[in-house]
């Protein structure tokens, strides 16, 4: 699985992880991505139990898991959240885990035993370390009814989940995870978007929200 690092700053880094080779071809191509500050790390949407083995060692390459203290699941989706048995058994026990209150009795079907720290609707504010603090922005109906993106205001980057997401074919990614051309990346978008998130109402108020925002880079889930 691949590696990149989004953005580097003393001891504050995003990484992002994906586009395994070895990856089956019928399990959808998703993102991880792990922000780190201090002694502490973040890993959103860890992802699904069929890519956990290579994310895991990938995640090991750059990080130690004892590091990680919290996930942060932005919907229910299994490609986002089935791995979650599996790295709470790596991770301390401790780690914290992120989602709104609407998903935690669906999610526990993947991890009965998992305690969750529930979102409100209206998104909450958390502390990665004493000068990193991470936003979560609602972003409703984009595709789920309980849904979150993540902001960075020190880094600039906006975890945008769903939202930006693309189904790129592997043979047109051109060894990148960064969109060089927008327009030719475009048709890429389209149609993911057309079916996942139809909703206008919920994209208007998302684009109300986030426009708001400083934002460098947006990070999603699928695609670059």
Not at 59 to 79: G, K, M, N
Not at 124 to 142: G, K, N, Q, T
Not at 177 to 195: L, Q
């Amino acid at each position: 699985m691949k590696c990149v690092t989004l953005f580097r700053e003393d001891d504050h880094c995003w990484q992002a992880f994906g586009q395994d080779p070895d990856k089956p071809d019928n399990v959808i191509d998703t993102n991880q991505y792990v922000i780190r500050a201090g002694k502490a790390a973040i890993l959103l949407d860890p992802g699904g139990m069929e890519v956990f083995p290579a994310m895991l060692a990938a995640l090991t390459r750059e990080v130690s898991v004892d590091d990680i203290t919290a996930l942060f699941l932005s919907h229910q989706d299994p490609d986002i959240g089935s791995s979650l048995p599996l790295w709470r058994r790596v991770c301390k026990p401790e780690v914290k885990i992120y989602l709104s209150w609407l998903w935690a009795g669906f999610t526990a079907h993947f991890d009965r035993d998992a305690i969750f720290t529930t979102i409100p609707d209206e998104g909450m504010e958390v502390s990665l370390s004493h000068d990193v603090r991470l936003r979560f922005i609602p972003a409703h109906y984009l595709h789920s009814s309980g849904n979150f993106n993540v902001y960075d205001p020190k880094a600039r980057i906006l975890f945008s989940g769903d939202m930006g997401a693309a189904l790129v074919p592997p043979d047109k990614a051109n060894g990148s995870m960064f969109v060089t051309d927008f327009a030719s990346h475009i048709p890429y978008m389209e149609g993911f978007h057309r079916r996942w998130l139809g909703s206008t109402r919920a994209r208007d108020a998302w684009v109300a929200q986030v426009s708001k925002l400083d934002i460098a880079m947006m990070a999603p889930q699928h695609g670059l």
